[in-house]
């Protein structure tokens, strides 16, 4: 078995696979199919500083090769993440990270002084895809003044391995990386879902309630592995790649385009034990081409 240990921040992790925010919940409704376990991390559903109800329905649309998503961030809130979800996950034997959202700086700067004080979970995500409702509804994270605003208040107060998501509703992703990697972020994930729409053609009609929605899926892989590949060469801290990783392959190509570890998304809908598949499948290729380390192949992209 070659050595699969890497590290993000702080964060000692027995492999590189991680399950993206959204599509894992909470970790817990996958164990009927999987040694959760073996997993190196899961990145739990978005959670907000206050309840929300998300968006009406319909919020989901399949799309060739892949999906579109507003569900509108729907949680119960940090408070109740504390006293209900936290004591049921924190014994998990993995690395649970809490993926942060809001629509204010303050909200962000709430919900993770809340999360530090949560002994076992050693980690937050944050989304900066959020609009921001003081500043006309416009992103933070499509500016690069916005995003290190964000990320420098809630490094103030958040103690732990702070990993930032990236919005690839941008014009140069490379200068949002390195906004929040000087507003003290220990590593960046990327990519987010790209905006995308679906309409139905005999109703004249959009097919989400919100108009559009977010993008995932094996079709966003090509625009996700440029951005990694770019994002990796830009800063100095790890980068976590996400975005159409459907098989053990796809993921070593985000690899070797410069990511430390990736997140796997949508997959999850399709085969719930596809985690283990990678984590396997890594192993694997390892082994066969006689790298006895997953860091041999970080960033090893011959250009």
Same mark, same amino acid.
């Given at each position: ?9 702080e964060?000692?992790?027995k492999?590189p696979v ?10 817990e ?10 997993i190196?991390?899961?990145?739990v559903?978005?959670?907000?500083l206050?309840k929300?109800?998300g ?36 014994n ?5 990270i ?5 629509s204010?700086v ?6 993770a ?9 050693? +980690? /937050? @995500? ?8 003081? !500043?006309? #509804?416009? %992103?933070?994270? $499509? ?11 809630v ?31 220990d ?44 994002v ?6 790890p ?11 796809? +993921? /070593? @190509? ?7 570890a990736? !997140?796997? #998304?949508? %997959?999850?809908? $399709? ?23 997953v ?9």
């Open positions: 078995m070659a050595d699969l240990n890497v590290k993000i921040g964060l000692q992790m492999n991680m399950t993206a925010s959204g599509t894992f919940g909470y970790g409704e996958f164990s009927d199919f999987i040694d959760i376990s073996r190196g991390g899961i990145i559903k978005g959670t907000t206050h929300r109800e968006n009406p329905y319909p919020r989901m649309a399949e799309t060739p090769s892949g999906m579109l998503n507003a569900v509108g961030l729907q949680n119960k809130g940090v408070h109740y993440f504390v006293d209900c979800i936290y004591p049921r996950i924190k998990i034997q993995t690395h649970i809490v993926n942060v959202s809001g204010a303050e909200d962000y700067v709430e919900t002084s809340i999360i530090n004080e949560l002994v076992n979970i050693p +980690a /937050i @995500e944050l989304n900066i895809s959020c609009p921001n409702v003081k !500043q006309g #509804g416009m %992103a933070f994270g $499509i500016t690069s003044r916005g995003a290190e605003e964000v990320v420098k208040a490094r103030q107060v958040y103690k732990k391995t702070l990993i930032v998501k990236l919005s690839p509703n941008v014009t140069d992703i490379t200068e949002i990386a390195r906004a929040v990697e000087a507003g003290g972020a590593c960046v994930s990327l990519i987010n879902t790209l905006l995308g729409m679906a309409i139905d053609a005999e109703k004249r009609r959009p097919v989400l309630s919100t108009v559009t929605g977010g993008m995932s899926g094996a079709a966003v892989k090509p625009i996700a592995l440029r951005m990694v590949w770019q990796a060469k830009a800063v100095k801290i980068v976590i790649g996400l975005g159409g990783i459907m098989n053990a392959r796809d +993921a /070593i @190509e985000f690899m070797l385009a410069g990511a430390t990736i !997140q796997i #998304g949508t %997959a999850n809908f $399709i085969d719930p034990t596809i985690t283990l598949k990678v984590i396997d499948g890594i192993n694997d290729y390892l082994e066969r081409h006689g790298f006895k380390s860091h041999e192949i970080i960033g090893a992209l011959e250009v």
